[in-house]
């Protein structure tokens, strides 16, 4: 199956980007509402991956509309007024250079808003080493199969031909629920016992092992 592989769609925070410490901080910042229960960071960290929108119903499900709009609006404001405290993991720039000279195709299906996707690749110089990118303010928010559909699409790839990679469960069932095949990485969100159990193609431990794996079947 891998043999065929033309498309590698990444998910962006936690798989590429080591941006947990500053998500959890802000939503933390956003949740400071005398409305609103604080969380622990437990509860906060696992809903990385979802759109904003889903996120915010997760950690409050019992708070109103109002209350979900001025959250999002403080999360947003937080994020993008913190600056560049976020960097790719090591290595992970490289490998998308390899991947892009091999002639792969690459996307990105994120959570994050498109301002701040599109900030993120221009700070980390990688805008151009992808072929298409979804938000989750642009369609259905993982896991529902949308974003990968939508790239699929735009770059005219089937799903036997595209392989997701990704940190969370979310990511999993998204790639589950299109179609495609999937590879998880736990140096991210969800602990790699939970991974497991939507049986990726593997599991791997960090962008080193990620890029070892892939170099190994972009051979077969």
């Known amino acids: ?21 500053k998500i959890v901080t802000c939503l933390r910042a956003a949740g400071n509402d005398p409305a609103l229960e604080p969380l622990d960071d437990k509860a906060l960290r696992n809903v990385i991956g979802l759109g904003l929108k889903e996120a915010i119903e997760t950690l409050y499900p019992d708070a109103g509309l109002d209350s979900h709009r001025a959250f999002a609006d403080r999360y947003r404001n937080h994020f993008l007024s913190a600056g560049a405290t976020s960097t790719l993991f090591t290595g992970a720039f490289a490998m998308l250079q390899s991947l892009h000279r091999q002639g792969f195709l690459l996307g990105v299906a994120t959570g994050k808003g498109r301002r701040g996707l599109d900030r993120a690749l221009e700070e980390q110089g990688c805008r151009g080493l992808f072929h298409a990118t979804r938000c989750a303010d642009e369609t259905f928010s993982k896991p529902h199969p949308q974003m990968l559909l939508e790239i699929m699409d735009e770059l005219e790839t089937a799903p036997g031909e595209t392989l997701m990679i990704g940190d969370t469960e979310y990511d999993l069932s998204m790639a589950k629920n299109a179609g ?7 140096h991210g969100v ?13 599991c791997v431990a960090d962008i080193g092992e990620l890029t070892a794996w892939l170099r190994r079947y972009s051979r077969e």
């Open 1 to 21: 199956m891998t043999q065929n592989i033309r498309l590698i769609v990444f998910d962006w925070d936690g798989t590429l980007m080591d941006s947990e410490a």
């Open 180 to 186: 495609v095949a999937a590879v998880a990485v736990s």
């Open 190 to 202: 969800h602990e790699r016992e939970r991974l497991l159990l939507h049986q990726p193609l593997a």
